[in-house]
């Protein structure tokens, strides 16, 4: 059984970091992708990151430089480190795997995931 274990969230004041993990278990699949995910209040769950076996990386353009996914591929652990947080980064983070492509020329981060976890929320003050 898969199961993904988000830690890390908390309220940040805007320009902090914070450095998100997730605990990967019972995941066999041959799809290489796992990703980063992040519902904003009212807003639909979007990908922002997405790292590859081979560790080849993919950011949402509202991220991109400012936000690094990475992963411990010995300890099955997926991580997101966020720097320069605005206030726009508040909402709940989601860990995923199983990224599986809609169709061609579709960047991972809008693949579709077939496992998420729960979720940890980030919260970033003005």
């Known amino acids: 059984q898969v199961q993904l274990m988000e830690s890390g969230g908390g309220s940040v004041q805007s320009g902090g970091s914070l450095r998100l993990s997730c605990a990967v278990t019972?995941?066999?699949?041959?799809?290489?992708?796992l990703a980063w995910f992040r519902q904003a209040p009212g807003k639909e769950r979007e990908g922002i990151a997405s790292?590859?076996?081979?560790?080849?990386?993919t950011y949402a353009d509202s991220v991109k430089g400012r936000f690094t996914i990475s992963q411990d591929t010995a300890r099955r652990t997926l991580y997101l480190q966020m720097n320069s947080l605005k206030s726009d980064a508040t909402g709940m983070y989601y860990c995923?795997?199983?990224?599986?492509?809609?169709?061609?020329?579709?960047?991972?981060?809008?693949?579709?995931?077939?496992?998420y976890g729960q979720g940890t929320q980030v919260s970033v003050s003005s």
């Open positions: 995923a795997a199983d990224g599986i492509p809609r169709g061609w020329g579709i960047p991972p981060i809008e693949y579709e995931y077939n496992y």
């Open positions: 019972g995941y066999t699949s041959t799809s290489r992708f």
């Open positions: 790292i590859d076996s081979d560790d080849t990386t």
